[in-house]
DNA sequence: GCTATCTAATTTTTT
DNA sequence: ATTAGATAGC
């Protein structure tokens, strides 16, 4: 017996030992999933598999990383096994076989920024008059949509004849221009790195040949969380051997939004009719308070597949409701609670989960005070930041002349007298002649075009020595000699002079972080940093420094901590107000609390605030339905929330808190009002104005405004004229 | 063409 | 409050 399966118990074993076929695992949580596909990864190998002949896919280079350092500690010829993101292991077949598909293996990775630029560039030109933002917005949703359900440009025309009112005014049109530019810019989005080798494995048989021979073993980790391009992908990955492993937990499925289709794990079997189905039921992870908890309350959803999470742990601690006046006294109860209990859990050992990263402004401000350590998670990502975002801009630019997006962010920067003007002139003339922008920029230079020929001539005498700088020195290098041929640093202090320290700090951490990668990978070209920093976000200098971890209830997904504190568990934050109407959405909502909940190993508050400024307005939420939902027996509320909760009689919270007095009965957030002067509005909160209570209403007409609730009617219209 | 000022928009966002 | 992006004025 193999001494990989002690310590397993009995359905855990037969997972990992599974051998041929199709298998889809509902791994409830803290089941020990991750162990599951770590061991069988490690016993394949050691029975005969090549390591190479194992994929591993997850979503999160958080998850990738730990699954593989995991599976290596178990067989280090793990390393040779692909255990990775979707993203990038798409990226990096596409890689492999870009011409298939005429681009060139130089392709520029978009993240969401950059794509909504080339969206930009794509509707200025169609629509030169209209509400760019907007329509922007709009179409940016409509294409994630669109890319998530694998359905390519010349598929849109029949889905937009089939559900129109998922298909915005021209979208068809733009979908396929967008492509269409981006083809031209040799780059593509986060969605296409998916929608690409889809296409790829759909209309190229060679292709489809290779990869699906080529691994013999299939994991896919999360499986709640993959979309229909996902899905179609792996089905044409494993489809030669037939050997997919599946495993997820649709109560933990959070990203519908996302295009994510549980279904594709709940209805599994329909694809793979000769699936073998185990489900980890049994929680290794959590008291028994914490999973009765969050079972509990997780059956109150209508749509799941049918389970129950069990736990042989002890009771442990009760689950610690509290409320408090506001957000700012919320967020200080936390830290003075962490603070208190320092000798139990380590400041490493905690963590705050929140649905809205706005929350995260209070905690800090509280956790400063305490002289508490802290890590946030997913905030201002380091490579959105401008500076970073403007060397990676110029690399690019090197790595893929074509990327036009890239070319637009450094043309002029830093100020070369390169406006607005000048790029119109090169992007119509490029347009005239149907040639790419930096030939355009070539061939005005050789007319010698008035004006800007000599401003374009220097930019490009720039790039190309940059280009020959570059390409010829060792890869650490590039950021330092950017910084110097640019000046870059003399520009970031005239245009930036309080925060250049700063910006300096992070294009420092930029090259180090290059050198580090230079260094682990002494064979890595630029192109190979590039895909590596456009597909993973890691601010190595947060990482390192520890505390207690801060960050959004969807970051929190996959980790777990010995204490863990929910912030804000008030109805239109936890349910959030945009998803409170709808009961699908509202069911994820849930799923939420619960993906927070089953993170806590030992202990685990849930907090919340009467009242709480979000931006400008102060709001007044009602405590979450879902404290409603987890009984009584696994709770203990503090003083503070009993006198307000009065836990006896769990019905009459909301009551008793939204009816408080008479005023709030009539005027209570969300009711419909009319103002004589200015019209029917909307109630989004109350504020108090030197004692004064107002109610802060949103009118149709005149936008935001506080006022006396003795000055509104209830209902649209008045009774009275106005 | 560049800079300063104003305005609108802020759910979640693995990649 | 904060930020990014658009517009108006130098």
């Keep these: 017996m193999s001494e990989l399966l002690l310590n397993l118990n009995s359905v855990q074993k037969a997972a990992v030992l599974h051998r041929e076929g199709p298998l889809v695992i509902f791994a409830g949580a803290g089941s020990g999933k991750t162990r599951i596909i770590t061991t069988r990864i490690a016993y394949l190998i050691n029975h005969g598999v090549l390591p190479w002949e194992i ?22 010829e793990a390393k040779r096994s692909l255990i990775t993101t979707f993203h990038s292991a798409c990226a990096r077949w596409l890689r492999e076989f870009a011409s298939e598909l005429g681009f060139d293996n130089h392709f520029s990775i978009y993240d969401d920024q950059d794509s909504s630029r080339a969206l930009k560039q794509v509707l200025k030109e169609l629509h030169p008059k209209g509400d760019l933002p907007t329509l922007v917005a709009e179409m940016r949703g409509f294409l994630s949509y669109i890319k998530t359900a694998g359905i390519f440009p010349h598929e849109a025309e029949q889905f937009a004849l089939d559900y129109p009112q998922m ?56 499986f709640q969380d993959t979309n229909r391009t996902q899905f179609e992908i792996i089905h044409h990955l494993a489809n030669r051997h037939r050997n997919l492993v599946v495993v997820g937990d649709d109560d933990q499925s959070i990203y519908s939004w996302r295009g994510a289709t549980p279904s594709n794990i709940i209805d599994f079997d329909q694809t793979y009719p000769d699936a073998k189905r185990i489900a980890l039921e049994q929680n290794y992870r959590c008291t028994g308070n914490i999973v009765g908890a969050a079972s509990k309350l997780v059956a109150y959803n209508t749509k799941r597949a049918p389970k129950t999470l069990f736990t042989e742990a002890a009771a442990g601690d009760a689950i610690e409701v509290h409320l408090e006046v ?72 090197i790595a893929n002349e074509s990327d036009e997006i890239s070319f637009l962010r450094v043309i002029n920067v830093p100020t070369r007298g390169l406006g607005d003007k000048a790029i119109e002139q ?14 355009a920029v070539r061939r005005l230079v050789q007319a010698g075009t008035p004006k800007i020929g000599p401003k374009l001539k220097y930019f490009h005498d720039l ?64 192109e190979d940093w590039l895909q590596a920093v456009s597909l993973v976000r890691e601010d190595t200098e947060t990482a390192s420094i520890g505390g207690v971890s801060l960050m959004t209830l969807h970051m929190a997904k996959g980790l777990e901590f010995r204490r863990v504190y929910i912030a804000g568990l008030e109805d239109g934050l936890l349910p959030h107000k945009n998803s409170m109407d709808d009961p699908s959405s509202l069911e994820e ?114 936008g935001y405004r506080k006022i006396r609730p003795s000055q509104l009617h209830a209902g649209s219209s008045s009774g009275r004229s106005p």
């Design 167 to 222: 298909v915005p005014t021209g979208g068809v049109t733009v979908y396929r221009l967008y492509q269409e530019y981006l083809a031209q810019c040799n780059a593509m989005d986060f969605g296409d790195l998916l929608l690409n080798l889809l296409l790829l494995l759909r209309q190229n048989q060679r292709v489809r040949e290779i990869l699906s021979q080529r691994y013999q073993y299939i994991m896919v980790d999360e």
């Design 463 to 526: 790039l190309a020595a940059l280009k020959d700088d570059i390409r010829s020195s060792p890869l650490q290098e590039a950021v330092k000699i950017l910084l110097e041929a640019l000046e870059y640093p003399d520009y970031l202090k005239k245009k930036f002079p309080d925060q250049y320290t700063d910006k300096i700090d992070n294009i420092q951490e930029l090259a180090a972080g290059m050198s580090e990668y230079a260094k682990r990978n002494p064979e890595a070209h630029l």
């Design 589 to 702: 909502e849930r799923r939420l609390l619960y993906v927070g909940i089953t993170r806590a190993k030992e202990k685990l508050s849930l907090t919340c605030a009467r009242r709480r400024r979000t931006y400008n307005t102060e709001m007044v939420n009602p405590p979450s339905r879902f404290l409603r939902e987890v009984p009584q027996e696994f709770i203990e509320f503090t003083l503070k929330a009993k006198e307000l909760f009065e836990p006896q009689a769990p019905s009459s919270l909301h009551a008793r808190y939204v009816y408080e007095d008479d005023e709030e009965a009539t005027l209570e957030a969300g009711a419909k009002v009319y103002h004589p002067t200015y019209g029917p509005g909307i109630i989004e909160g109350f504020d108090d104005h030197f004692g004064q209570r107002k109610a802060i209403v949103r009118f149709r007409d005149f």
């Design 326 to 397: 506001d957000g700012e006294m919320e967020a200080y109860w936390i830290a003075e609670r962490i603070q208190s209990e320092r000798r139990t859990f380590g400041f490493d050992d905690i963590a705050i989960f929140y649905r809205t990263n706005s929350q995260s402004r209070s905690l800090e401000e509280a956790l400063r005070r305490f002289k508490i350590p802290y890590t946030i998670y997913g905030s201002l990502e380091f490579y959105e930041r401008l500076e970073i975002k403007d060397m990676v801009a110029y690399l690019r630019l």
């Design 55 to 76: 994929l591993a896919v997850t979503f999160t280079n958080k998850a990738a990383e730990e699954m593989r350092s995991r599976a290596e500690a178990l067989v280090p």
């Design 426 to 439: 090169v992007q119509q003339f490029a347009r005239q002649q149907g040639i790419g922008l930096m030939e």
